[in-house]
């Protein structure tokens, strides 16, 4: 039976009923959903190229791209199915055939309550200025703690709150804010044009969808030097590795000056990873947050120095907020919100984690 307009509307409603995060759609072969991390087959025949074709002239408002499908390589853009779901897609070709995958996106956004994110994350969103990111492997849940973040100002304060990002997943309605979403190749050419006019725009807050290289970075640095609070993304795992990566995107000879800048700016860092929740209903978010103070912004002005961030991180627990994964994931554990086996599994250090199991969390300012 042909794929129809009616099945990849279901399609979607069934997965954002069900919890799904993502869609595999691929040529010849079964739908897939990811549920929990995992990924299961769909009850339905394999798709054919014409079925994802279908697809596609669903989900693409742009005729010269609908035009040019069986010669595209990527693309990437978003939908949204009002009073279910918006979509955020990649379409791509492997060994020549047509494939997509869909992010769910909930059109309720977040709250960090909701999330179980630490009250310490509405803290960081409270900030005057400084740069805040956060950071994951691709489907950590990035955007959806960045929302909750969002969420929190937009409902406790008066402020212009501008985003840009590629592309633009939640919708924020201004509640006590304004804001201002702008969406990368529809709205702006691309980031570093919309980072340059943001200071130019009257913000208070800056949000950055992704920080892919040396100019936006410097941009975003700059902006938070003048005074705004800047969010951004990092594909990275930890604070140690975030504030590495920031410093590799510049030449060498600029590296110094950089590591500087972050040391001065850098308000603080949530990296985060999904863990599957005990009650087999979803996953959680266990996060690693880093909260800049003097012993930190000494240990990212001296090379030599760098790996002392984690001590520092431990040791802000009861003062700060500031927590390591393993930190979290004892707490998530305890808390019954995960199992034994999967809080091992996650565990950076399973050894430490066992020791804060057995004696306690010792950390401390």
């Known amino acids: ?81 009002p009073k279910i779901c918006r979509v955020r897609y990649n379409l791509m070709r492997y060994q020549g055939k047509l494939g997509m995958i869909l992010r769910l996106i909930s059109e309720k956004i977040p709250t960090t309550e909701e999330l179980k994110l630490p009250p310490v994350i509405n803290k960081i969103a409270e900030a005057n200025a400084g740069l805040v990111l956060v950071t994951g492997a691709t489907g950590s849940g990035k955007s959806s703690t960045l929302a909750a973040m969002i969420n929190y100002i937009n409902r406790t304060a008066a402020v212009h709150i501008l985003t840009l990002e590629d592309p633009v997943e939640y919708v924020h309605n201004p509640i006590k804010a304004r804001i201002t979403q702008r969406e990368i190749g529809q709205d702006t050419a691309d980031f570093g044009s919309a980072l340059r006019s943001a200071l130019r725009q009257d913000p208070d807050i800056i949000l950055i969808g992704e920080m892919r290289d040396a100019e936006t970075i410097s941009i975003a640095l700059k902006a938070a030097e003048t005074g705004h609070l800047v969010f951004g993304t990092v594909h990275t795992t930890d604070a140690l590795s975030t504030i590495g990566r920031l410093i590799s995107m510049f030449p060498p000879e600029e590296q110094n000056v950089v590591r500087v800048r972050i040391a001065d700016n850098l308000h603080a860092t949530v990296s985060q990873r999904l863990l599957k929740t005990l009650d087999g209903k979803g996953r959680i978010a266990a996060q690693e947050i880093m909260i800049n103070n003097p012993g930190i912004k000494e240990s990212i002005l001296d090379p030599a120095r760098t790996k002392e961030i984690y001590m520092y991180i431990e040791k802000g627990k009861n003062g700060s907020g500031a927590q390591s994964f393993d930190q979290a994931i004892t707490k998530l554990y305890k808390d019954g919100l995960i199992s034994m086996e999967e809080a091992k599994g996650n565990a950076t250090r399973p050894d430490d984690f066992e020791r804060n199991l057995m004696f306690g969390d010792q950390g401390e300012d």
Do not use: Q, W, Y
Request: proline fraction near 4%.
């Open 1 to 81: 039976m042909a794929f129809t307009k009616e099945a990849f509307v279901n399609l979607i409603k069934s997965a954002s009923a069900a919890g799904v995060s993502d869609i595999h759609l691929r040529t010849d072969e079964k739908p897939c959903f990811r549920v929990r991390g995992d990924l299961v087959p769909v009850k339905l025949d394999p798709l054919s190229n014409d079925d994802l074709k279908l697809c596609c002239s669903l989900m693409i408002k742009d005729a010269d791209i609908l035009k040019r499908l069986d010669t595209i390589k990527e693309h990437d853009g978003s939908f949204s199915i």
